[in-house]
């Protein structure tokens, strides 16, 4: 079944990864995309000498392939008149134009807003910047580490008094990625209304403050933090989390902590706490905190996760396992929801992606092509583009793909 943007051309000139994962979203729910690159190729055909470096996690470039499936790819010298030529007529056939360069950028190249929906007034020009198009920072350059620490987002996570916590890469990146494709379709929709394409930025910045938005509400609208907290002092000792005998851990949470506290202490056998003064009621728990913490903490110590998953299932109580990726990638919940999917590498063979975090009864979104190789597509693309085999020989010549 075709996607719900089946039929929608999307042209991108993306690098690394907002952008790029934007264009895959779109990609993912049936667009057409069309990676336009320069000859050199993005540059995240060759992170993972960065990763290596960095960390020394060394193989295939799964960069690269998780934010670049279900696109074709042009390479494209844009410097070379013939080549911006190719482009606009690219941008003809376009609903939506997608780009994470700086600002300024598209307007030196010739290719700004202005001038793409003079040419083409219904299509969607989507940016996903760093920090919006407005503002004394607009043409500064970010990339997902520092808009993840502008954001607030080391200082929303671990503990009181700790360091900015160090947060694995890409989070960023994925969330304003996300962030892009849903304003593409949002101006997408309001066009089958106006017939009018428009302008979309969406950035790194807004997209992370947006997925605090809990967080940021109390400030902007209190003047006062929700403030971090330290494990061993939950104020709600049964919404925290626990390590296990095994040296696994598990999540309880209970938001009405005094409706599940006795079944949280059958659960772990300490029925004969339940109604002590000191831990009767939510402010005895929060005065108490520490002594709470430290009784369950020994007392999880005491068996396997397993058997405690078990235990609290068998109460009625909310719990989870606090998992690994690896764990999550093989978790039978994921996997039935399409979180994870499969996909036929050509080069590689059958291959577990990251899936979608929608799904769509009747048009399903769907992982249909790996990323493709530099320039793989680009005679086909121009063959659709009208040209002919030896107006493409004679392109091929002049070194302009």
């Not at 290719?111 to 040419?119: C, D, M, T, Y």
């Not at 990251?354 to 249909?368: H, I, K, L, Y």
Request: charged residues 25%; aromatic residues 8%; contains cysteine.
């Amino acid at each position: 079944m075709a996607g719900p943007l089946d039929g929608i051309r999307v042209v991108e000139i993306s690098m690394f990864q907002q952008g790029p994962v934007a264009g895959m979203r779109l990609g993912d729910l049936g667009a057409d995309v069309i990676k336009v690159e320069p000859k050199t190729g993005d540059p995240g055909r060759g992170f993972m000498r960065i990763i290596g470096a960095m960390v020394g996690l060394e193989g295939r470039n799964y960069y690269f392939e998780h934010c670049n499936r279900n696109k074709r790819s042009i390479a494209l010298d844009m410097r070379k008149a013939r080549g911006t030529e190719i482009f606009l007529k690219l941008i003809d056939t376009a609903d939506v134009f997608l780009n994470n360069m700086s600002i300024q950028a598209p307007e030196r190249m010739g290719i700004g807003p202005e001038v793409l929906l003079a040419r083409n007034p219904r299509l969607i020009y989507a940016h996903a910047s760093g920090w919006g198009r407005k503002g004394p920072d607009a043409d500064e350059y970010s990339f997902d580490y520092t808009g993840i620490a502008r954001s607030g987002l080391m200082l929303a996570c671990g503990e009181k008094g700790a360091p900015p916590t160090q947060i694995l890469p890409g989070i960023g990146d994925e969330v304003g990625g996300l962030a892009c494709a849903w304003g593409v379709t949002a101006a997408l929709y309001a066009r089958e209304k106006t017939g009018k394409g428009q302008v979309v930025d969406t950035s790194l910045m807004g997209s992370v403050i947006a997925s605090l938005g809990l967080i940021m509400a109390a400030p902007a609208i209190m003047g006062r933090e929700f403030p971090r907290e330290i494990r061993g002092e939950a104020g709600n000792p049964i919404y925290n989390h626990y390590r296990c005998q095994d040296d696994r851990w598990i999540a309880v949470a209970h938001l009405q902590p005094d409706r599940y506290w006795l079944k949280v202490c059958t659960a772990l056998g300490l029925e004969h706490v339940a109604d002590d003064p000191r831990f009767a009621t939510i402010e005895a728990r929060s005065d108490n905190a520490r002594e709470v913490v430290a009784m369950f903490d020994a007392r999880f110590g005491t068996k396997p996760r397993s058997e405690w998953l078990e235990l609290l299932g068998r109460e009625g109580c909310i719990c989870t396992p606090v998992q690994s990726p690896t764990e999550v990638s093989n978790d039978p919940q994921a996997l039935a929801n399409h979180y994870f999917v499969d996909l036929e590498h050509p080069e590689h063979g059958p291959t577990k992606m990251v899936g979608f975090p929608w799904d769509f009864s009747e048009t399903p979104a769907s992982c249909r092509r790996a990323a493709p190789e530099l320039g793989e597509h680009s005679d086909e693309i121009l063959l659709e583009l009208g040209y002919q085999a030896s107006e493409i020989a004679e392109i091929k010549q002049e070194g302009v793909i």
